[in-house]
């Protein structure tokens, strides 16, 4: 069996002069090697559109098939999504393997999936990708049993016609199954969050393209401000280095609290039947006060970025949040950091500075209702005492004959929470 990191794979990719192309395909080249495969050599074509019958047009297609046979390479990727008859037909030319790159993410995604909610995410989005393609596989596994052609006798194509049926009712209930396991798990995550939701705690989501800093933002914030500095993210120089969504509760020296939360990354293309299947885990996202998007801005089709995280939230339906953009990785380029206009902010999230710049920011955004008041505490209410101690900034307290006066700052919940015991400073 061949180790699947010396894998090596030639990637083909259609240009239809869309001004993206390159990066496109750079993108393709990066999610191989992030699935630790090895691309051996870019294959493409200039075409307004695809090849019905095989992507390429029949030239390249010979000159894809002559490549094949001299690197060796048994796996073929393309940068579109293909249909069944088209990786089909290809693969009848060129002797190996073809996925699409759906097909490829979904890949990636498989091996990268922790835990059981992620990976019912993900069976659940190949299950749906393999339905429509079923028969591709289907006839293969019948031709080699049976070591005749798909268009064989009329008794052949019965029996793979038989095959075929069994095979979509199994692949059906294996779907409809899943999709049960999976409302279960997410009633779970609806529990959760509701419970978050009744702290009353504000919510903010690091969201963005795949490997733009997310987590070490992240685990920046959660060193400073965090319960647990061991409650810290995975981080890694990869595509879709991890999956799952992490939530923590940070704390700032003034006793203001807020939920932090790093979502899954964004790609180009990222396949339609993905976006659904994690819509449950982007759902911290939706449900937010307030977003972070972070941005590679040392990637030179950073805006590019910018875009597909605005189509994919937008398809989520995560639309109206008040929004953060966070322009990290500033560290590998010339100019000054950390600069700030507005809600966008130049940062790299390895400099102390940057991360308070970042922190500001949220504050202002999320505590904007904060207003200071003074409070007269009865002597008999130490409870009050007690949870203003530690869930508020208290910035003066005097204990009068009436009671204790604190001045403290109040938002949210808690204004109406302490009305009653406002008093009027003369």
Same mark, same amino acid.
């Given at each position: 069996?061949?180790?699947?990191?010396?894998?090596?794979?030639?990637?083909?990719?259609?240009?239809?002069?869309?001004?993206?192309?390159?990066?496109?395909?750079?993108?393709?080249?990066?999610?191989?090697?992030?699935?630790?495969?090895?691309?051996?050599?870019?294959?493409?074509?200039?075409?307004?559109?695809?090849?019905?019958?095989?992507?390429?047009?029949?030239?390249?297609?010979?000159?894809?098939?002559?490549?094949?046979?001299?690197?060796?390479?048994?796996?073929?990727?393309?940068?579109?999504?293909?249909?069944?008859?088209?990786?089909?037909?290809?693969?009848?030319?060129?002797?190996?393997?073809?996925? #699409?790159?759906?097909?490829?993410?979904?890949?990636?995604?498989?091996?990268?999936?922790?835990?059981?909610?992620?990976?019912?995410?993900?069976?659940?989005?190949?299950?749906?990708?393999?339905?429509?393609?079923?028969?591709?596989?289907?006839?293969?596994?019948?031709?080699?049993?049976?070591?005749?052609?798909?268009?064989?006798?009329?008794?052949?194509?019965?029996?793979?016609?038989?095959?075929?049926?069994?095979?979509? !009712?199994?692949?059906?209930?294996?779907?409809?199954?899943?999709?049960?396991?999976?409302?279960?798990?997410?009633?779970?995550?609806?529990?959760?969050?509701?419970?978050?939701?009744?702290?009353?705690?504000?919510?903010?989501?690091?969201?963005?393209?795949?490997?733009?800093?997310?987590?070490?933002?992240?685990?920046?914030?959660?060193?400073?401000?965090?319960?647990?500095?061991?409650?810290?993210?995975?981080?890694?120089?990869?595509?879709?280095?991890?999956?799952?969504?992490?939530?923590?509760?940070?704390?700032?020296?003034?006793?203001?609290?807020?939920?932090?939360?790093?979502?899954?990354?964004?790609?180009?293309?990222?396949?339609?039947?993905?976006?659904?299947?994690?819509?449950?885990?982007?759902?911290?996202?939706?449900?937010?006060?307030?977003?972070?998007?972070?941005? #590679?801005?040392?990637?030179?089709?950073?805006?590019?970025?910018?875009?597909?995280?605005?189509?994919?939230?937008?398809?989520?339906?995560?639309?109206?949040?008040?929004?953060?953009?966070?322009?990290?990785?500033?560290?590998?380029?010339?100019?000054?950091?950390?600069?700030?206009?507005?809600?966008?902010?130049?940062?790299?999230?390895?400099?102390?500075?940057?991360?308070?710049?970042?922190?500001?920011?949220?504050?202002?955004?999320?505590?904007?209702?904060?207003?200071?008041?003074?409070?007269?505490?009865?002597?008999?209410?130490? #409870?009050?005492?007690?949870?203003?101690?530690?869930?508020?900034?208290?910035?003066?307290?005097?204990?009068?004959? #009436?009671?204790?006066?604190?001045?403290?700052?109040?938002?949210?919940?808690?204004?109406? !929470?302490?009305?009653?015991?406002?008093?009027?400073?003369?």
């Amino acid at each position: 069996m061949t180790d699947i990191t010396t894998t090596p794979v030639i990637t083909i990719a259609l240009d239809r002069k869309k001004i993206n192309f390159e990066y496109s395909v750079e993108e393709l080249n990066n999610l191989v090697t992030a699935n630790n495969m090895n691309v051996v050599a870019t294959l493409t074509q200039k075409l307004d559109r695809p090849d019905a019958a095989t992507y390429f047009g029949k030239g390249k297609i010979e000159e894809l098939a002559q490549l094949v046979q001299d690197t060796g390479v048994d796996m073929v990727i393309a940068n579109d999504e293909l249909s069944p008859s088209q990786i089909r037909n290809i693969e009848k030319n060129i002797a190996a393997r073809v996925i #699409d790159r759906t097909g490829l993410i979904l890949e990636i995604f498989a091996n990268r999936a922790q835990s059981s909610e992620a990976k019912l995410q993900v069976e659940l989005a190949r299950l749906k990708y393999q339905l429509p393609r079923l028969h591709t596989s289907a006839n293969q596994r019948l031709d080699q049993q049976t070591g005749t052609s798909a268009g064989g006798g009329f008794t052949n194509r019965g029996a793979g016609e038989s095959q075929l049926e069994l095979s979509r !009712r199994t692949l059906q209930d294996r779907i409809s199954h899943v999709q049960a396991e999976l409302k279960e798990a997410q009633k779970a995550n609806d529990t959760k969050r509701k419970q978050r939701d009744r702290s009353e705690l504000p919510t903010v989501a690091l969201v963005g393209y795949t490997n733009a800093g997310k987590s070490t933002i992240m685990n920046a914030l959660i060193s400073r401000f965090g319960e647990n500095e061991e409650k810290q993210v995975m981080v890694k120089n990869m595509l879709f280095a991890t999956l799952d969504t992490s939530v923590r509760k940070l704390t700032l020296p003034d006793q203001k609290t807020f939920l932090l939360s790093d979502t899954v990354g964004f790609v180009s293309q990222l396949p339609h039947q993905l976006v659904q299947a994690f819509k449950s885990t982007l759902a911290e996202a939706a449900n937010a006060d307030l977003l972070v998007q972070v941005v #590679d801005y040392s990637d030179p089709n950073y805006q590019l970025m910018m875009k597909t995280t605005a189509d994919t939230l937008n398809e989520i339906g995560v639309t109206g949040q008040p929004m953060i953009i966070a322009l990290n990785k500033a560290d590998k380029l010339e100019g000054p950091y950390p600069t700030r206009e507005g809600n966008d902010l130049i940062m790299a999230a390895t400099d102390d500075a940057s991360i308070q710049n970042l922190v500001e920011m949220i504050v202002e955004n999320i505590f904007d209702d904060y207003e200071t008041k003074t409070l007269m505490i009865p002597f008999d209410r130490g #409870d009050i005492i007690n949870y203003l101690n530690e869930n508020a900034n208290i910035l003066s307290t005097d204990y009068l004959a #009436d009671g204790t006066k604190i001045t403290v700052e109040l938002g949210g919940a808690d204004l109406n !929470r302490f009305a009653k015991f406002e008093v009027t400073e003369e």
